[in-house]
C-alpha cells in the first residue's frame, strides 16, 4: 500500500495547503470590507440608547474638561472642552432615561466632522453643519423619539 502525505491525493501536490491556508483569510478579510457597517454607530465612544452614567463613562474625551447637567425641558449632560480642542463641547440629551440625541462641536479636521451633511439609517440620522466659526456640528438623533420627530423630519426633507 502507498501512504500520502496528508491532505493529498494520489498525483497532488502537497503545495497547494499553503496556498488555502492564505486564500481562506483573504476571503474572509474581502467578506469582511464589502459587508461592515457604512455607518457611524457612536460618536468619541458613545452611541445612542445609553443611560446617563454609562454615557458619562463611555464619552472619550480628547482632552480634560468639565460635566454640567440640565433639565430643558428634558434631561441632558453638557461636557465642555478647552478653545481650539478636537471637540470643544458635546451635549448628550435623554429621553425616558435613555440617550436619544448627541451634538458635539469638533474641529474642521476632526475625524468626525468628514462625512456626508446628512447621513441615514433606519434607527439614527446624522447630521454635520459647519458653524460660523469654522468649527462642525455634528448631531446624531433617533429616529424613533418624539421629542426629536420634528427635527428628524426637516433633516430628512433637507433642512440643516
Do not use: Y
Request: charged share 20%; net charge positive; glycine share 8%.
Amino acid at each position: 500500500m502507498v501512504s500520502h502525505p496528508v491532505n493529498t491525493h494520489p498525483g497532488e501536490s502537497p503545495r497547494r495547503a499553503p496556498w488555502l491556508a492564505l486564500l481562506v483569510p483573504l476571503l474572509c478579510a474581502l467578506l469582511w470590507w464589502f459587508l461592515r457597517p457604512t455607518s457611524t454607530t457612536h460618536l468619541r465612544g458613545v452611541r445612542l440608547g445609553l443611560s446617563a452614567a454609562d454615557t458619562r463613562a463611555s464619552f472619550q474625551a480628547p482632552s480634560p474638561g468639565s460635566w454640567a447637567s440640565e433639565m430643558t425641558p428634558e434631561p441632558s449632560l453638557r461636557w465642555q472642552g478647552p478653545p481650539g480642542a478636537p471637540v470643544s463641547q458635546a451635549t448628550f440629551e435623554f429621553h425616558q432615561g435613555m440617550l436619544v440625541a448627541i451634538r458635539l462641536r469638533v474641529a474642521p479636521g476632526s475625524p468626525e466632522a468628514k462625512g456626508p451633511k446628512v447621513e441615514v439609517t433606519s434607527a439614527r440620522v446624522i447630521a454635520r453643519k459647519k458653524e460660523p466659526s469654522g468649527e462642525v456640528t455634528v448631531s446624531m438623533i433617533s429616529r424613533s423619539c418624539p421629542a426629536h420627530a420634528a427635527e428628524v423630519n426637516r433633516l430628512l426633507r433637507g433642512g440643516s
